[in-house]
Every structure is written in structure tokens, then in C-alpha cells.
């Protein structure tokens, strides 16, 4: 088995964790019903398991070779990719007016967990495209729209996102490409982009690049900044195919992990300038790219818990196989499975800890976008945009940074036997570690939560999400089981460092910034911790109120509050104590 689609967790998450049960039940979602959702989660995982899930390591040693500016993906998938599309999970949330099937977006949260723990190589294309088609729908004229969004709501054509260059990472205010005004309305696109993901590849004929460049006109910095949509293929007049644009891919990058997805570096303009057309307004094109953004940012942080969820089944699969030492109590002439052993148990139950938890975490993102879009009335869609503006970057780096930490003990658990290819668990461990540095690092995501979503709404945002934590506590405190062991004094605790850390950091913003920016990092830290423990806690005490698995989810929201969630109050004094420590510490670093 290299992937089961974990359903009844998912299922489990998704009602009682994401309350998409409730949801429901007050008709946020039309004649939706749980066992629609059920049923395409469990032909998403079908495919994921079956289909996606063999191809993986064909992927990771055949990599994307790269010959006269042409890719050749791995044996099988642009197979797999043909049969993917056709199975409409390119258009599970897309507009319906377009050819998408306008799910919601929790359910699409499902789906994509399961076709990263497959292969996340494969479906870093489909997870761009999927942003692409939200920037176009939001931002693109109507001529745009009716000439490239069916095509890649159904998946004919592939998108990708075209933010990076050289001197322009982290700083995309940097970057240089020029667009100049032709003519006809279009513009001419010249410059470089690097790192770009699935930028030139063999699944589709035409691919259409979502490219940030400047005006000559144009303010310097963001502000200056505009979006382009550029073909790889112009279209005649009749839609089909025409001359190749100038673009073209240059070459393909050697890297650690995710062998099977094509990073390339992209050149425009060998021929005086590739035809690029106006997303939005001149000027606005980082209003845009963030549409495209958020939404891949939490598609990232899925793609975390999937990788999680897969290097924990593997681990899980091999500590119930391996024999090693005797636990007491054991015949002489016995062995024990490793997983009785206690230390490789407590690695098992952070990588599923984590991993749930992360999962929750998700998951209550897409239920917040999806009420900020579907809400009753402006006030309720309001305040759940701000709870998904404060939640995504929390879901994209706490999930991301889990991954590397779980699939690092997915190698652990399986010793010696972890550092060989043939495992997979070593693979998992190199896909993971690129998670954390894409689509906004790890770095920048806590410092976008602590400068930028901490005071959404002048902190009512961040008040309202800190009341709905300390609710499960209290409702955790009430059951009065003994099952939970500590928990509830733990995760309030952890709730409470969160809460102070919260008003420090904010105090600090308006002294000195740099403060707030020391701690960021253990901050989004503590905030994933002491939310996804109440998470945890919460899908506990559902399933002892249905009566559902609840030993299971109970000890596992006990072992996650009394070993994860403690540390909150060291990283609550980190944030608050260890700033100065960390700004005035240049000697140390001479
Ligand atoms: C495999 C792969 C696929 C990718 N796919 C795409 C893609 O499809 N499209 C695309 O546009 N890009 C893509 N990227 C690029 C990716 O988004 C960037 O690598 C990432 O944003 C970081 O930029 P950088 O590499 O220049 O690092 P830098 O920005 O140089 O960052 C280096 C370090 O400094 C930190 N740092 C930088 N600035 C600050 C600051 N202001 N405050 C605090 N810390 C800071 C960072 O957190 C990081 O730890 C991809 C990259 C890779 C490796």
C-alpha cells in the first residue's frame, strides 16, 4: 500500500472538525447534501490511491527531461493527467457558468489534500491552473474570459503563476519584466522568470502563464505592478490554436524533491516581445496575483497535510512490520513490532497529531472562504473573510512546516531502512521540504500574519477567532472525562499564550516593529498549536457526543494537548521575551 485515502478522517474533519455538518444543515450550500460530499471525496481518493499514488516514484526517478525546449513528463502521466481532467476534478469549485461543478471550496479541500499525498510532483500543475481560473474569474474582462476560462475549468489548457525572477523572490516588488502598450490593447512582455512550476510540460497544447510585469510608466515597487496573461499559443479567431508566442522555456531545474514537477526558467521576448493581454487594471496587478495567491497558499498548506498523512500511513504500516528488542513482559526467544516500543509510539502519535491537526487548521480555512462567499447576510461574509485572511497564512506555513517535521520521522520510524530510496519514505521527506519555502516562505507568512492579519479589522478578527478557541475549552472542561486526561488545563493554557502573545505583538506594532517581527515565526508557531489542539479536541468531543471512534479521537486530542500544545508557553515566551535577544545579537552572528 503506498496511499490510502484516509475517507473517515477526512469525513470526520470535514463535518465536525470544519462543522461542514452544520453548515449544511442551515442551507449554506443549496441541496447539498453530506452524501454528495462523501461520495465525491471517495472517488477523489479512488483516483488519488489508485491512479496518482503508483506513479509517484516513476515521477521522482524519471524526473521532467528537458530537450530542445520541450518536456517529457513521466511514463504514465500525461496519461493520468488526460484521465484526471476528464474526471472533472480540474472544475470541482469552478464556476458553473464556465463548466465547473461550484462546489465548495471545502470540498475541493478534501480532493487536493488527497492528490498531494499521492504525488505532490503531479498535482502542483493542476493546483496552479486552479488559481488561475479564481485571478481570471475575479479579475479578467469578459473577452478574456470567454476565450480561456472553459478551457482551463476543464483542464484542456494548464495555467501557471509567474511571480519570480532573479533579483525578485520574497521581494516581488523587484522584479523587472517589462510590459509595454502595443497597438491592438495587448502588450509586449520581455524579461526572465525563474523557478516556474509546470512551465513548459507535455500534459496540454497550450499553456497560458499568469505573468507579473512592469509598465515603463509604472511606479516602482508593488505598486508598480501589472497582470498579464500570456499564451504559449495564440489563439486565431476561431479559438483554435495559431503562432507560438515568444516564450519559451529556457531550461529545467535540477532540485531536491518533487522530481516529477517541472521547474523552469521562462524567457520572454527572444523575438521582440511576447503577446501578453491586461488582468485588472494597469498598475493593480498584486491585487490580482493575490486572488491567485491565497488560494494557492492554502492549497500549499494542504499539500503539507497530505504529504504528513502519507509519510504517517507508511510509518504507521512499517512500525506494525519491523521487529526489534522486547518490550517487558515478552517471551526471550521473542520479538517485538517496533511500534510497541514507546519512543517509536510517541513519534507515531506527533506524526498523526500533527498531521490532524493541520488538517483541521485547513480545513476550517475553506469553511471561512466558503462562508465569506456563501454567508446569510454582508456582516457574516465579512467576518468570515477576515477569519480566512487571518487563517491562511497559519494553514500554508504551520502545515508546511509540520510536513518537513513528520516526514522527518516518517524516516526515523523507519531507521536505516528510511535513508533508502526504495522505502518512499525518504522521497516524501525531499517533496516536503519545498512546501515551506513556495508560495511565500514560511518566513514571510508569519510575518504577513503578525503585521498584516493580526490587526485585520482592528483586531476584532483575531478577538473573534480567540472566543471560538476558548469555547471548546470551556466545552472540554464541562465533559468532565477523564479521557482527556490534562487537556483542558493544556489547551488553555496554550489558548491563554496565544491570547497574551496576541496583545504584545499587537502593542509592539505600534512601538517598534522590529519586535513583532523577531517573534513572528514562533508566533504563527503558537497559533497553529493551540488552534489546531482545540480542533482536535473539538472532532473529540463530537465523536463522544455520537458515540463514533471516540477513544481514538479523545487520546489523540489528549496526547496532542499534553505533548504538542504544552510548548505554547515557550513559544508565548519566546515571542515576548526572546525578541531582544534576537535584534541585538549581531556579535553573535560576526
Ligand atoms: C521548486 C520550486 C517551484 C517554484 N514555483 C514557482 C512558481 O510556479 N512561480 C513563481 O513565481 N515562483 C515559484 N517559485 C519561487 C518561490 O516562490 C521562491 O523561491 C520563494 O518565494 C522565495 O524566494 P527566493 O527563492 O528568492 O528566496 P529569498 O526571497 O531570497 O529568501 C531567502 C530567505 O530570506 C527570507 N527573507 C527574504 N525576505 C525577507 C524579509 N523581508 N523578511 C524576513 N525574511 C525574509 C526568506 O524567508 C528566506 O528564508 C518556486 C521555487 C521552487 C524552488
Redesign the pocket.
Known sequence: MIYQAPLADIGFALRHGASLAGAIEQGLFGDLTLEDVDAVVAEAGRFASEVLAPLNRIGDTFGTPFKDGVVTTAPGWKEAYRDWRMGGWNAVTAPAEWGGQALPQIVNAACTEMWHAASVGFANGPM?TMAAIDALHAHGTEALKRTYLDKLVSGEWMG?????EPQA???VGALRTRAERAADGSYRITGQ?I???YGEHDFTDNIIHFVLARLPDGPPGTRGISLFLVPKFLLKADGSLGARNDVRAHSV?H?LG?HG?P?CTMIFGDAGGATGFLIGEENAGMACMFTMMNRARLAVGLQGVGIAECATQRALAYARERRQGRVAGMKATEMSPIIAHLDVKRMLLSMRGMTQAARAICYATAMALDRSERGADKAARQAAYELASLLTPVAKAFSTDIANEVTSLGVQVHGGMGYIEETGAAQLFRDAR?AS?????N??QA?DLVTRKLPLAGGAAIKAHLGELRGIVEALNASNDPAFGWAPVRLGDAVESLSRATSWLLAQLDKDTDFALAGATPYLRLFGLATGGCLLAKEALAALRLGADSVGRAALARFFAENCAVQAGALERTVVEGAPGVIGADAALA
Open positions: 496552479l501557471t503563476m509567474q511571480l519570480t523572490g520574497s521581494d522568470k523557478f516556474i512550476t531545474e532540485k518533487i514537477s521547474t519545498i519555502i513556495y508560495e511565500g516562505t518566513g514571510i510575518i
